[in-house]
């Protein structure tokens, strides 16, 4: 625990070669290394944000995917990307708390964005559930706000 603890500190310093490095090692150490990656995501910092969340899509540990979706909402729009790309990576396991966060959040953009985003390149993959495919079109009706958490609801009880 204590070379994660090291590792974690490195990711949250200034040179960006040393943040690489612990990144990689910390994504080589996958899944331990999970708790300590989600603690960084509120990190007032962009760089210390973005460093978990690259590493955090790249374990693609389904743990983290209700704090990848709390990232949609991020400033940040490189941090929201890799969120997205992370909740691509844990794929089905990723699902319920984007659907959670739509049927909650449905009027905020970012949340549709980044749900919109991660349920295409499910579907382009051949990994979106059939139970799911009603809330991409939604997300593309007159009221995505409305209409993406009604069919958010249905996805996320038909899935759970």
């Known amino acids: 625990m204590s070379e994660i603890r090291d590792l974690i500190t490195t990711l ?15 994504v080589e150490i996958g899944p331990p290394a999970v ?8 990190d007032k910092r962009t760089h210390v944000r973005w460093e978990a969340a690259k590493a955090l899509s790249e374990i693609g540990d389904p743990r983290a995917a209700p704090a990848l979706v709390k990232a949609l909402e991020d400033n940040d729009p490189g941090i929201r990307w890799m969120a997205a790309e992370g909740l691509i990576r844990a794929e089905r396991a990723g699902l319920p708390p984007l659907l959670e966060a739509l049927m909650e959040h449905g009027g905020s953009v970012r949340v549709r964005e980044g749900a919109d985003h991660v349920l295409k390149i499910l ?8 139970e799911a495919a009603p809330v991409l079109q939604a997300l593309h009706g007159p009221s995505p706000g409305t209409e993406g958490a009604r069919a958010a609801k249905v996805a996320f009880e038909a899935l759970t």
């Open 35 to 42: 708790p300590y990656l989600i603690e960084l995501l509120p």
């Open 123 to 130: 579907a382009k993959n051949e990994k979106l559930p059939p």
């Open 12 to 26: 949250t310093g200034k040179d960006g070669l040393a943040r690489k490095r612990a990144r990689d090692e910390l």
